[in-house]
């Protein structure tokens, strides 16, 4: 914050933050400012680092999968097979431009920041206040700031008059905030009454202040800088990273293997070499990157229609992933809007009159700030009949404010005050039996009621009144003297009335939820009690200083709500938390929310945050309701449920496939099938996929957190795959041993059958369930059997010489249509034992894996 050795600048005094800066009562002069500028750099943030398509792809044809299809369409292309390679590259090309196209529009984060803070200060250079650029201005500098400005720098107040500043943005803190000169001694920025933070907007009066911070060394540049840095891969692209090491191990090992088999066996080479390399594209998912893609696409438009924006697809999955959703408060859970909530007489009964007397006070003569406008509309109506007839404003070093009031009856002073400062000015009090005298134990049991509300984390004002004889004239302080106290009106920034039931979706759904806030952690811990949470003990920022990293990632498991927070505190919860290994979300609006929104694995903003907390998001809720989030999850793990369709289904399809053909061609005087063939049956399997990111999803599918279970998927294609490879097996002795077939007409059966086969059992293990109790989607049913068709009538037409097809004869074909139902029977009664681990799991209570959460 500007200060060395990371002690807070507003706990020191004006003298000791003056003598650090060697600066004087006058300002800086000109000189000495541009020599601070040189040396301390211009009061902005670091622009973003600009996006670079080129550098961007890059990036992505480095990923294992990416880098596994680039040679295989290269290799295929090199070895004749020009027509595969093309296609191949062209998948892989179309896919990468559609996400970096998508991601690119989440660019202008630093931009947004520019623009949030104010273009002109007024400072005091060479004796005398000048505007000048912010950009200019340096620590050191004496800045003069008004109601409306933006605090243009963090700083130390040296002298206030009447001076609030709205600070929701920086620290949660809903309520104006007065500022004043004076020693602090907490460590908190919350609670620094004697500094100006950068970014917040002056509310009422005027201030002089010391500028100690600027640039990225202030609250507001803080979050700046977090933006700027290059943000860790999601869980998403981890996991996908991950699998596609996987498949790259797998595709090397067959191919060395293949390859030196047949050579030791006296195959040619070329032969050997273009076969293993079929086999490479045969085990590839050559359609993963555009299936993701598309159906992260699709996913993005059904959330859009679901009020959330999506600017980073791989944030679907993630936010399907989630285990723990940690939220700010103000605007969130609650609407930031004050409301009164209660009207308590001068014993502390329910009594409306506080209010009325209030409303009259803040209509006629108030500041028009949120407390004011609360009370009016808490008591529409109240002022009907009333007129102003001399007002007293709000003293801010006293902290009461009076007017002086005709209504149909009397004529009344009312006076509204913080109740520590009004209370003491009190003579008498109005009670159910009448007024009667205020001593000091009416004085002392009406600051019990005050912090009886307080812990109940409601804002009380005091009201008092005194009947007014005689002339009217200008009201000063001494006349805010024996007055009888009316009572105390207390207010709230209630919980929306969605979130108690948004947070028990959420919790039904395997996701907590924490209150991460920059407010008062009384008021945490009643907004907690409020929406569900546990408020038995809620931990502050000089809590959280006081843990080590262990500590805390052990403390954050149990505790759910959090006060007075810093940014970066609320970025280091977020971390330990992701210790854990949970995925985190957090949902926030403000700027002190931008460094937290980019640490988190899902950054959830609102419509109408601020332009920060919007540009570091990942998504964008366009009605600011846990029950958006809600909806969004059950929408990501619908679009991650189909996603896994394909990635299980081409896993366990193309290693059954490729581990028959690996045997067959060891023991086969010919190829089981060749290159083009292979790529023609990869090509075929894959379009008849396409209709996958419209498929309908089981509701045990969206139950649970879904993360991608590597484990889980090897253990589905290690029983799924040697199930196919077992009928291909068969398939091969009937043709060998009954029908003799020749070499053109084995492939061309073995291709029927392997296409039937693949593709049908699509509609088998797309679900959990019994296929004929739950029906895919009429767009996979299309493409699947189009597919099919094709795959079917393709060796019977004119075009079987360009593939080197040969037509069966009907018996073997009949054959072959037997060995197909067979094989579909089989398949539906063994993914049980396949899926088997997931359900036991899922039984348990436990956290399902992606890998074996079968949709």
């Known amino acids: 914050m500007g200060a060395p050795n990371h002690v807070p600048f507003w ?164 309520y104006p905030v007065e500022k004043r000169p004076g020693r602090v001694t907490a460590r908190n920025a919350g609670e620094a009454s004697n500094a100006l933070f950068r970014g917040a907007v002056a509310q009422t009066g005027e201030a002089l202040a010391l500028v100690v911070g600027t640039g990225r060394s202030t609250l507001f540049g803080a979050a700046a800088s977090a933006l700027a840095e290059a943000q860790a891969p999601s869980p998403f692209q981890r996991d996908l990273h991950t699998f596609g090491l996987l498949t790259a191990r797998l595709t090397i090992a067959l191919v060395l293997v293949v390859l030196a088999t047949h050579v030791l066996f006296g195959r040619p080479v070329l032969e050997s070499l273009m076969f293993s390399v079929a086999l490479a594209v045969g085990l590839t998912p050559e359609l993963l990157p555009m299936i993701t893609t598309v159906t992260l696409s699709r996913g993005a ?20 992933a989630m285990t723990v959703l940690c939220t700010d408060k103000t605007g969130t859970l609650t609407s930031a809007e004050i409301t009164l909530a209660q009207s308590l007489d001068a014993e502390g009964a329910a009594d409306d009159r506080a209010a009325r007397l209030g409303a009259i006070s803040a209509a006629l003569g108030g500041d028009r700030g949120a407390l004011d406008a609360a009370l009016v509309a ?39 005050g913080a109740p520590e400062a009004l209370i003491p000015l009190c003579t008498s009090m109005r009670t159910a039996a009448g007024l009667v005298a205020m001593d000091a134990a009416g004085h002392l049991a009406a600051q019990a009621r005050v ?48 979130c108690t039931a948004a947070i028990a979706r959420l919790a039904a759904a395997g996701i907590r939820v924490k209150i991460l806030s920059g407010d008062d952690p009384v008021v945490v811990k009643r907004l907690a009690g409020l929406v569900g949470l546990n408020p038995e003990m809620v931990l502050s920022g000089s809590d959280i200083d006081e843990l080590s990293d262990d500590a805390l990632a052990v ?67 366009l009605a600011p309701d846990l029950e958006v989030v809600a909806d969004g999850v059950e929408e990501g793990r619908r679009t991650f449920a189909n996603i896994l369709k394909y990635v299980r ?50 509701p045990e599918a969206v139950a649970s957190p879904q993360v991608w279970n590597m484990r889980g998927l090897m253990v589905f294609a290690g029983i799924m795959g040697p199930l196919s490879s077992a009928f291909d097996l068969l398939t091969f002795a009937g043709l060998l041993l009954v029908f003799h077939a020749v070499p053109e007409e084995f492939r061309t059966v073995w291709f029927l059958e392997s296409m039937a086969t693949q593709i049908l059992v699509i509609f088998i293990i797309r679900t959990n369930g019994r296929p004929w109790r739950n029906w895919p989607h009429p767009a996979l049913t299309l493409s699947s059997l189009a597919a099919l068709l094709v795959a079917m ?28 139902v067979a094989y579909l029977v089989c398949a539906e009664l063994l993914k049980q034992f396949a899926i088997a681990p997931a359900i036991r799991r899922r039984a348990d209570g436990l956290r399902v894996g992606a890998g074996l959460n079968a949709p």
């Open 451 to 498: 912090r009886a509300l307080a812990e109940q984390g409601l804002r009380a004002v005091a009201v008092a009144s005194r009947p007014w004889s005689g002339t009217s004239h200008e009201l000063e302080a001494s006349d805010e003297t024996r007055l009888t106290f009316e009572g105390i009106c207390a207010f709230a920034d209630p919980p929306k009335a969605t």
């Open 555 to 621: 403390q954050v498991q149990t505790v759910d709500a959090y006060g007075r927070l810093a940014p970066d505190q609320k970025s280091r919860l977020i971390k330990a938390l992701q210790s854990r290994g949970d995925v985190v979300g957090f949902l926030g609006d403000g700027i002190n929310d931008a460094p937290a929104l980019k640490v988190a694995d899902i950054g959830l903003s609102v419509d109408g945050a601020t332009g920060v907390a919007q540009a570091a998001a990942d998504m964008i809720l």
């Open 378 to 416: 808490g008591s529409p109506g109240a002022a009907e009949g009333w007129s102003l007839l001399a007002r007293h404003a709000f003293d801010f070093n006293r902290r009461v404010g009076s007017v002086l009031a005709e209504g149909p009856d009397e004529k009344l002073l009312i006076a509204k």
């Open 649 to 698: 289904m081409g896993a366990s399809s193309n290693f059954g496939n490729m581990l028959s053909m690996a045997v067959a061609s060891l023991f086969l005087p010919f190829l089981p099938m060749l290159p083009t063939q292979i790529l023609l049956n990869n090509l075929l399997y894959d379009f008849s996929e396409i209709g996958i990111p419209f498929d309908t999803v089981r």
């Open 301 to 320: 438009l059904r959330m859009a229609a679901r009020k959330v924006i999506v600017k980073r697809l791989a944030s679907i999955h993630d936010l399907g």
């Open 11 to 174: 706990t020191r005094s004006k003298e000791e933050a003056a003598a650090e800066l060697g600066c004087g009562p006058d300002g800086l002069t000109s000189a000495e400012a541009s020599a601070r500028l040189a040396r301390h750099g211009p009061n902005s943030d670091v622009p973003p680092r600009r996006a670079n398509a080129a550098v961007a792809i890059f990036r992505r044809l480095l990923e294992p999968l990416s880098l596994i299809l680039l040679a295989a369409g290269i290799v295929s292309a090199g070895t004749g097979d020009g027509i595969g390679g093309a296609i191949i590259v062209t998948i892989l090309a179309l896919s990468i431009g559609l996400d970096t196209f998508q991601e690119g529009r989440a660019l202008r984060a630093a931009e947004e920041l520019r623009r949030s803070v104010a273009l002109k200060a007024e400072a005091k250079r060479d004796g005398a206040f000048v505007r000048v650029e912010v950009e200019t201005l340096v620590p050191g500098d004496l800045v003069r700031v008004r109601a409306g400005d933006i605090i243009p720098a963090d700083a130390l107040v040296l002298e206030a008059a009447a001076f609030t500043v709205g600070e929701a943005a920086l620290t949660g803190e809903p």
């Open 793 to 820: 009538v393709l060796p019977f037409t004119q075009a079987d010489a360009w593939f080197g097809f040969q037509a069966p004869p009907p018996a073997v074909t009949a054959s072959v249509a037997a060995l197909v």
